[in-house]
Structures are given as C-alpha cells and as structure tokens.
C-alpha cells in the first residue's frame, strides 16, 4: 500500500509551471523538472519502450553486471596469438566501413600497418590490397578489442591482454605509441614505423615478461585511484600510468633484459601520459561486453568512431550498429593547426564514456577543463548532466569533488531521446589528410539521430 | 505603417499555459497588434496563419515561434522585448536561466528529481503523447504519481496501474484533474479545511462538487484522491479506485469515505462495494447515472452520516419566466458535471446529444449543431488536444455560447463555472459578456463550483453572473433540474 497519506508530501512537478507555483503558494517545497519534449518524432517508441515490463530488470542486470567485472592485465601478446590475425587481417576503431568512405587518419594508418608487416614497401600501394579484397578490414570490437583513434591492429603488433577471473572473459587492446606523429592518428613515415618496430620487439616482450612475473595487475583498482587523483581516464591519465609503471618496474628490472632495453621501456611509458589509456579502454570494454545482449536492456554497450561514422551498440539489440556521422570535435589545437585541419571524431576511446568515465567524469579531472569551457564549474556542470542520461552511479569509481559520488553509469537510450541531451566525450583530434598525426584534443558529441534510430529498434524488438 | 516579426527559436521550449500567458501580457501592450508565442505545432501554425502572421517554413513542434503584429517600429522592439522578459522570468522560476549557476541545473527527468528527493508525489502535466513515459519513470523512482494529463490511452492506463500495484505505489489519473494531499490542494483546486471526510474520485469535477458542498457545509476534508475517469471502466476494473481505498481505510484521520465517479461500468461498480464493504471505514457512494443518487443527493447523505445537519446550497435564481419550446443546450468545462446534468435530463427528456454521451447513438461530433437536446463536454480530450482546458481558457465556450444563443431553437442554456487554484481568476465576467451579447429573453443557468476561501470570491462570481441576468446555483443537479423546468419538449 502506497504511504503518500503517512509521510508529509514531497513534491515533484513535470509539465505546467502554473501547477507548481499553486503548490508553493500553499507552501509546500516543489522540485521543479526541468521538462522538455523529447527529441520529435519519438513518443511512440518512448512509450513503447518505456512500457516493456523486461526493462527496469533488464538494465539493472547490466548495470549489475558491469560492476562485477573486474579487468586484471593477465598478459602481452602479439596480436596474431592474441586474436588469431593473419598477415592480411587488419582491425579498425568504430563501426564497419568500406575503404570508399574511409578517412584520412584510417587510411594514413592502414598504409602504415601494410608497410609494418612487410604486406607492401610503398605505403600508396595498400589502398589497391584492401579495395582487390588481399587486405581486410574488421572492427576491433568485433574481436573482443577496442583501439584508440584509428585502431588500426595488424598481426605482429602487441596487445594487452585483459581477463575477468569470475567469467574467463578477455578484451584486448594494443601498447599505446605516444603523441604527435604516431600510427593511431594516421601517420605513417618512417619514424612511426621505426616506433612500432621497437615496440614489438622490445616493449611488447618486456612487458610480457613484467607480467608473467609479477601476475595479474588489477586495472579496475587503478581506474578507480586514478578517478581519485585527477584523472578522467581517456584525455588524462597520468596518475594510471604512474600507478602502471609502480606495479611493473620491479618485475621489468628482473625480467632478464638488458639493462638498456628495461630503461628505454621504462622511460617510454612514464614519458607518455596516455600509456595507460590502452588498458583503460580494454577494461571499460570487458566491463560493457559483459552486460551485452540483455533482453530489454536499453543501456549502449559500445560508442565507436571510425573517422567516417559514429555508431553504437545497445545491449537489448545484440550486435547491430547505429551510426550517424561523425562530428568535428569542438577544442584546442596544436601549433598551427586549426578546424580545417581537423578530421571528424574517431577511435574506440569513447568506450570509457560509455561506462561514465572520460567527459562523463569530467569533473574527476580539473587540471584538463580548458577542453570544457574553462571553469572548474562547467567540468562540474558537465559530469552533473551526464547523470541525467544514466542508470547508475558506479560503486568504485567516485569523484571527489562532488563528495565522493559515483560516476554516471550506464548510457540509457531512452533518457538520451527524452531530454536531448548527447553524451559529452573528451577526444584527441586527428590530422584530415592520411600522414599528418594528431591535431588537437577537445569534446564531441555523438550524432543525435543515432539514438532515435537505436530507440526504434528496441521498440521493434518488444 | 504596421512592423511585422516572425521568428523560429530552435529546440526553446515552454508549457501551453505559460506561453499563453506570454502571449496575452505582450498583446496588451500599447502598440501591439497581435501576438503569438507558442510551440510551432500544426494548430499554433494554423492560428498564425488565421491571425495573419507570417509562418516561418522549417519549424517543428519542438521549436517556439515569436510572431508580433505591432503598429510600428518602436512598439514592435518593445514587445519583443517584453517577450524576451516574459520567457526568462520564467526560466528563473524553474532555476533553470542563465544567471544560475551552471552547476545547479534543475533536473530534467522525474527519476533524476526523485534521486534527491526519495519518495514524493510526481505530478506529471506534460502533453499527453509524453505523460506515460514520465508517468513510468515515476513509478519506477518509488514515487506516487498524479497524471493530470490527458489524452493518455487505456491501455498506457492498465500498464501504469498494473506497474504501480505490482510496488504497492498509487496512480491518480490519467486526467486527474484535482487532488488533496496533505493538506495540499494539487491541480484544479480548492481552499479546504482539514476534516473528517476521505475521497476516491474517478472524476475531477465530481470530486470538486462534492468537495465544495462539504465546504459549504462546513465540513473539511483528509485527503482527496483522483483515480481519473476510467478507472471504474471494465477495462480498468477500479485498479486505484482499491488502491486509493485502501489508504484512506489506513488513515486514522479519515472517519467517512466518499467513491465519486462517471457512470461506471456496472460490474466494477459491484465489485467496488463489496470491497469497500471490508474496510472499516464507512464507506459512501456517488456513482453518476441512471436513477442512482447526484452529487448533491450523495453530499446529503454523507453528512447525515457525520450528523452534520444539511443546509440549503446557495443559489441566486432569477425571476423563472415560463418554459420556452425548444432544446436545452448545455455547455460544459466539467465533464462529471456534465454528465450529471445530462443524467437529470435525459430522466426527463430522453436523448441527450453529446460528444460524451450517456448511451452510444447520442454520440455526436461537438463542432455539429443538432436539432435536439446538446450538452457538451469542453473538457474532452479532443477539445482540448494542443490547447489549455477550458477552466482556464474558455475561448471554444465562448465562441459556441454565442453560436447556441443565436439559435431560435435554443430554449436555454446551461453552464458551469469551476472555481478555485490553477482555474479562470475571472471566469464570470467571459461569461457575464456573452451573456449581455445573446437575446434577453433566453434564460441562462449557471452552476459555480468553489469553496468559500477560493481565490475568485465565489459569491463575487455569483453576483456578476446573477447581475448579467443568469440562475446561478452551487449544486450542479439544482441548475440543471431548474433548466429543464425551464424547457417545454419538443418533438
């Protein structure tokens, strides 16, 4: 039985202000929703899908199911033994694409992972390989792995390997370059190529080794100190990669390398403030692949960019893809770049807003608000809006400044399409033209029709 | 030289009510023609095409569009600006304006207010197409929920009710029209004193007579819960009806329950008495139709019960000439209401036509005329699709009140006027115009429902009625056996 007559009335007013200032004159508090119509044309699919009797279960099982995962970093290995890649096989960040469409950046990197693997000397002929079918392209996502920017993975580059020990699932991710001239952002010179060679050859098997010895590192704890000290896990992540380097380093010391090979891999991952970024993202992406396929669900899985098209996945529609283009991203630029220079938003990296890390934990990270507006208060407002298109609030990750408040979990289509507003997502910006590198960093938006289309599908699915 | 300004605002958005509020505060300036501020929906298109603005091409019904008509350019600058004034003294009023500080934004989903709040009443008033999907989220945040909103479908209705049974939660409405908890009055309401007596209401305007009579007799009320009008339907089966019942049973304050409903399906009538019959709370009914008690009758009998003794309902009669041949037209903002007053007729004439009719062959579209008797619900839910209810906008009265008045065939008229908070502040001087407007010799009757504090003044409203030259009564079954005593049937 309803207590409405055995407590004092709280109350809440959607619709006509005129009903709330009636309340108040007799003085009784109001909380006054901001309410707005949802985004036109989706009121029968709202009420569709707000009526299916599977979905506040649905979603609190993936809610639930996310927060169980743990990622532990079990081992590094190359992508062929990781992933079964051959040669030919190639992996890109985002959404399926055909090579016609594909952007610079994606093109930049799949000419330098053709010339990587020996598949072709002369960068320009890999575009002939992929459109005569010699070269494939696949998403990463459809292999259990994410990849930062374009994503491209090729057979001989190393991954991390993630393992949740309670299901013996993995996700994988490969070693992230650095900044500036780096494959990921679509350059492909000599230099890039010079970089991944080291990596596979020295990095990669230090690492390996670092990890065999000192057993499973467990990266959901760091993510959740790193939340606590100024990281927001995709644009900042230097107190994870601090972490990273502590748990290794005594394992890299002992692992039997050279002296010099251990230095050079020590002092590239505590020179690159993203290095942790690579396990960052596999670990939202374990975390969000356990929470998949949920009858009714209407949480997104998966936020993906391939240069070209914005796509999502949503747990209660399997593996379909909505996609929308990909948007500019708003924010600064290195040197003497500027919009024109800027490629539409790409990479896997947006995984980490889909479990509320990144721009949904903005408010974690104020030492990055200049990509924000500026204002403490606008990383602020910006975490704070987030939790209006979210179903929870994580139980480990907790920002500080908003007294210890979980981060917002679990994008919900529904609420997206009611109040209009898009996940805000922290990116770097690649080069337009194949080759240049990265441009910028800044914030994106994904594009707003692909959440109608997503919303229409789940009410199809009833 | 006339100074003319259309313009699209993307995606801004503000409710019905507060934008007809915008509209007629800025037309009233000097200088100013016409005015229309509203969602770009296809009937606000129509009206600023009937008012001779220009239409911007490219609007969607979730974009606002500004239209002014002023008489020159300086006035045309100043109501756009009044505009402007208008719609951000609006946005301060949710919290939501620009000068707040960004991190205080008001939420702008029911689940993330109840997030802070924990359990509360939700009153939903979002257009109707919307009202599930909050309604929904309200259930699921734990709270109760009152949907005034109408135009929501029967089968939404059973899935919310189911939805709130299944959480031991209540759902007033859809279209719940009034309520009182906790001493509060919600949507339409009135000023009432805490007191002995519970409601159930399937019926806003029934719940507001009834209430309004215990006003007048003194008594106060506990709590008064609208279940929306269907709920005694067979489809609904009386789901918040037991659910409402069963709150007022627990509550110690509460020594008499009155059930007030439009004509309910017979079975679930039946059903609610057996219920009702386990409570240990007496339990009293006034269930609209056939031979069965009014509201007033009920009122009557429910203070009875509490030893009150029953006084005589206001009323100001005029001087009753003799029965005229022709029809009886009843115009209506109260659908119970109307509904009892066509239960009084139809005992005494036969047919009733009506766009809510008593028996399924008396239905008729309401912008017809017919050749018999009319009484129509202005309160409908197709009546009111994309414009304020008529307790706060009698526009489409108004305009049928002339038409009726013109009509030879009309014998005599009869309306009623709904007092009280979130109603008309004026609603007696409209209608007091028209009446002066239609011929002299056809009698108008009028029922006034409101309490004694209500913010109209109700004996205020039933002098301008009652001076304009109208029968003015506080029980709605007095008014409209007085019309039909003023009617001689035609054949």
């Not at chain 1, 992508?79 to 890649?85: D, H, K, N």
């Not at chain 1, 992230?176 to 991944?196: C, D, F, H, M």
């Not at chain 1, 020295?202 to 959740?224: C, K, N, Y």
């Amino acid at each position: 039985m309803t207590d409405l007559l055995r407590r004092d009335l709280t109350l809440i007013t959607a619709g006509a202000d005129l009903f709330a200032a009636a309340a108040e004159s007799q003085a009784t508090s109001v909380t006054r929703v901001d309410w707005a119509p949802p985004m036109p044309g989706t009121e029968a699919d709202l009420a569709a899908v707000a009526g299916d009797r599977r979905r506040a279960a649905a979603n609190a099982e993936a809610v639930r199911r996310v927060q169980a995962c743990r990622a532990m970093l079990v081992d590094v290995l190359p992508a062929g033994e990781a992933l079964g890649l051959e040669a030919t096989q190639l992996l890109h960040a985002g959404p399926p694409i055909d090579w016609a469409r594909a952007s610079g950046p994606l093109r930049g990197a799949v000419m330098g992972a053709a010339v990587f693997e020996g598949v072709v000397d002369d960068p320009e002929r890999a575009s002939d390989l992929v459109v005569d079918g010699t070269l494939t392209l696949d998403p990463c996502h459809h292999h259990a792995a994410v990849g930062p920017m374009a994503g491209v993975v090729s057979r001989s580059m190393w991954m991390f390997v993630l393992e949740d020990p309670q299901t013996g699932r993995r996700a994988y991710c490969s070693l992230n370059e650095g900044l500036g001239k780096v494959l990921r952002y679509g350059a492909y010179s000599p230099e890039v190529i010079e970089r991944l060679r080291w990596m596979s050859g020295t990095l990669g098997p230090v690492l390996q080794a670092a990890v065999r010895s000192h057993g499973p590192v467990d990266i959901t704890a760091i993510l959740a100190q790193m939340v606590q000290m100024g990281d927001e896990a995709h644009n900042r992540n230097r107190a994870g990669t601090l972490m990273l380097l502590r748990d290794l380093l005594p394992a890299m010391v002992t692992s039997g390398f050279s002296a010099t090979d251990v230095s050079a891999a020590a002092a590239f991952i505590g020179g690159n403030d993203h290095f942790f970024l690579n396990l960052a993202m596999p670990a939202c992406k374990l975390a969000l692949d356990s929470a998949r396929n949920i009858a009714g669900s209407t949480m997104v899985v998966a936020m993906a960019r391939n240069g070209t098209d914005f796509g999502i996945q949503v747990s209660g529609t399997a593996d379909l893809w909505f996609t929308g283009p990909a948007q500019v991203p708003e924010g600064l630029y290195l040197g003497s770049y500027g919009p024109e220079d800027a490629n539409p938003d790409i990479g896997d990296s947006a995984i980490t807003e889909t479990i509320g890390l990144g721009g949904f934990a903005m408010a974690a990270a104020p030492a990055i608000v200049k990509f924000v507006g500026g204002t403490v208060a606008d990383a602020l407002a910006n975490t704070r809006r987030m939790y209006e298109i979210t179903l929870a609030e994580h139980a480990v990750f907790a920002v500080p400044v908003l007294d210890f408040r979980g981060t917002p979990l679990g994008i919900d289509v529904t609420k997206v399409v009611r109040t209009g507003i898009l996940p805000q997502i922290n990116t770097g910006m690649a080069g337009r033209v194949a080759g240049t590198g990265q441009v910028g960093a800044g914030l994106v938006t994904p594009p707003a029709e692909i959440f109608p289309a997503a919303l229409h599908a789940l009410a199809g699915r009833i | 030289m006339t100074a003319e300004h259309a313009e699209v605002r993307p995606g801004a958005y503000a409710d019905s009510v507060t934008l007809m509020q915008v509209s007629r505060s800025v037309a009233a300036l000097p200088g100013v023609g016409a005015v229309l501020v509203a969602m770009a929906t296809e009937l606000n298109l129509g009206l600023l095409d009937g008012m001779g603005l220009p239409v911007p091409s490219g609007a969607s019904a979730n974009d606002l569009i500004v239209a002014v008509r002023a008489e020159d350019e300086t006035s045309l600058a100043a109501a756009l600006s009044a505009v402007d004034d208008a719609l951000s003294a609006r946005r301060g009023a949710t919290g939501g304006g620009a000068g707040g500080a960004v991190a205080d934004q008001p939420p702008r989903t029911v689940g993330l207010a109840a997030r802070d709040t924990g359990p509360a009443l939700v009153l939903v008033s979002v257009p109707g197409q919307h009202a599930f999907t909050e309604a929904i989220d309200a259930l699921e945040s734990g709270c109760d929920v009152m949907i005034f909103s109408d135009n929501v479908s029967v089968e939404q209705e059973i899935a919310l009710k189911e939805a709130a049974d299944e959480r031991g939660l209540l759902v007033m409405g859809p279209d719940c029209g009034t309520a009182v908890v906790g001493g509060v009055g919600l949507g339409f309401s009135h000023s009432l004193a805490p007191g002995p007596v519970g409601v159930v209401a399937a019926s806003g305007t029934g719940a507001q007579q009834v209430l309004c009579l215990l006003d007048a007799a003194g008594v106060g009320v506990s709590a008064a819960l609208g279940v929306g009008g269907r709920d005694l339907s067979a489809d609904v089966g009386g789901r918040s009806t037991r659910a409402a019942l069963r709150a007022l049973d627990a509550d110690p304050t509460t020594d008499l329950i009155i059930v007030i409903s439009k004509p309910p399906a017979d079975a679930v009538a039946a059903e609610i008495r057996r219920f009702a019959d386990t409570l240990g709370t007496p339990v009293e009914f006034a269930l609209i139709g056939g031979d069965r008690p009014d509201l007033t009758a009920a009122t009557e009998h429910a203070l009875r019960r509490l030893g009150v003794a029953v006084p005589r309902w206001p009323s100001w009669p005029g001087r009753a000439g003799e029965p005229r041949a022709g029809w009886l037209r009843g115009l209506f903002a109260g659908g119970t209401l109307c509904d009892e007053a066509m239960t009084i007729a139809a005992l005494r004439f036969g047919a009733v036509y009506s766009n809510i009719p008593l028996q399924p062959d008396w239905l008729i579209d309401p912008r017809d005329r017919v050749d018999a008797h009319l009484m129509i619900d202005f309160g409908d839910d197709e009546l009111t699709r994309g414009r304020p209810h008529p307790m706060i906008d009698q526009t489409l009265r108004l305009e049928r009140f002339a038409a009726e008045a013109a009509d030879e065939r009309t014998a005599v008229l009869l309306l009623d006027v709904v007092l009280g908070h979130g109603a008309h502040l004026n609603p007696a001087a409209e209608i007091a115009a028209a009446i002066r407007d239609a011929p002299a010799e056809l009698p108008v009757v009028v029922s006034v429902i409101g309490a004694r504090a209500d913010p109209q003044d109700i004996s205020g409203q039933a002098r301008i009625l009652h001076d304009a030259g109208a029968h003015v009564f506080t029980s709605n079954a007095e008014a409209a056996r007085f019309a039909c005593d003023l009617v001689v049937a035609t054949e």
